[in-house]
């Protein structure tokens, strides 16, 4: 049986191929559009074009999380995403996600029409966001993520020991498993070596027992291997990595340009389903 993700409003997310969440970051310091997207209504106006060219879901997003950020406190970040969803959830029912690790903003963004949490610290910067999520009846997405990369780690076993806590505290807050996705965090705290290692050996992550969101999109790892160092530029090595996550267990890939993944994703997957039938 595939995966659901059941949202507030009872629809369910059926993840029985990989979807792709689209990003819309609102903030002035975006590591991949240099805050092309700080104004709410080109925010929203993305928002709504990623959606009609797929998007599963849309992750808004108010502060940025590249290496050596401006952290930005709870009003801020509110003011930055709560016109983008209420934009959003006027013009599209595409389900959207707040990208925050502060209970206080992602508590607003669900009453303002937000469906589903995407915690960058797993739930163990604010635990109180577990709680938040669970009196919505919302999903939560939990990802690794450390302050600094340490190339000795058995990276595997920190990521598997990590999130193992991560979902500890949302359950122990009421979140049912069965409403948890995973994340790996690539770009987070780690080495290029140990997010294409992560890339390589996603399926190890199948030991969570839940489904897993792979975020590779222009990622800096990517410009190492390409050599590309503008990160709109990394395109074709996002896709490549997405389909190796895919051809791993990917249930979720969220990525910045969404309608050449989603051919991608098709193309794969046609392929895949001719080699099920004909080995």
């Given amino acids: 049986m595939p995966f ?11 993840l029985d191929a990989p979807l792709v969440m689209g990003i819309v970051n609102v903030t002035p310091d975006s590591f991949s559009d240099g805050g092309l997207l700080a104004d709410a209504e080109a925010a929203v106006t993305h928002g709504e074009r990623l959606a009609a060219e797929g998007a599963a879901i849309l992750d808004i997003g108010g502060e940025s999380t590249r290496p050596g950020h401006a952290a930005v406190d709870a009003g801020t970040e509110k003011a930055r995403v709560l016109p983008v969803i209420a934009g ?14 502060k209970a206080e903003v992602a508590e607003a963004a669900l009453a303002a029409g937000a469906a589903i949490v995407n915690d960058v610290w797993g739930a163990q910067r604010d635990p109180r966001i577990a709680a938040v999520a669970a009196r919505a009846n919302a999903p939560i997405i939990l990802m690794h993520n450390r302050d600094k990369a340490e190339a000795s780690l058995d990276i595997f076993e920190e990521v598997l020991r990590f999130l193992e806590r991560s979902i500890a505290i949302a359950t122990e807050a ?7 996705v995973v994340d790996p965090g690539i770009g987070f705290g780690k080495t290029a070596r140990q ?24 990622k800096s790892t ?15 090595a996002s896709i490549a990595a997405h389909l190796y996550g895919a051809s791993r267990g990917a249930a979720i890939i969220r990525a910045h340009d969404v309608a050449p993944h989603i051919d991608a994703l098709k193309t794969w997957a046609a392929i895949e389903d001719l080699r099920k039938v004909n080995p």
């Fill in 222 to 236: 990517l410009g190492l291997v390409t050599g590309r160092q503008v990160p709109a530029e990394r395109l074709a």
């Fill in 4 to 14: 659901a993700l059941t949202l507030p409003d009872g629809r369910k997310l059926v």
């Fill in 88 to 101: 959003l959830k006027g013009r599209t029912d595409t389900p959207i996600s707040i990208d925050t690790y």
């Fill in 174 to 180: 009421g979140v049912p498993r069965s409403q948890i």
């Fill in 195 to 218: 997010n294409l290692d992560l890339i390589r050996r996603l399926d190890r992550l199948d030991a969570l027992g839940c489904p897993i969101l792979l975020g590779a999109s222009r």
